[in-house]
Structures are given as structure tokens and as C-alpha cells.
């Protein structure tokens, strides 16, 4: 029990970062036309 924490963490961080990288893209993309 003691891992739960960490991967309750890992998995939050990594949906906030996952949609942080796909809002920079369609950003770049944007810029790109």
C-alpha cells in the first residue's frame, strides 16, 4: 500500500500532461498555417 500514493500521482500527472502536450501541439499547428 505503500506504492499507491506514488501511482495515484504518476497516473493524475500523467493525464494533466498528456492534455498539456495536446493543446501545445494544435498551438503549434496553429502558428504553422
Not at 3 to 21: G, N, Q
Request: glycine share 6%; proline share 3%.
Amino acid at each position: 500500500k505503500g506504492m499507491k500514493p506514488l501511482i495515484d500521482w504518476i497516473a493524475h500527472y500523467r493525464a494533466f500532461w498528456t492534455e498539456h502536450v495536446d493543446r501545445l501541439e494544435r498551438l503549434l499547428e496553429g502558428m504553422d498555417e
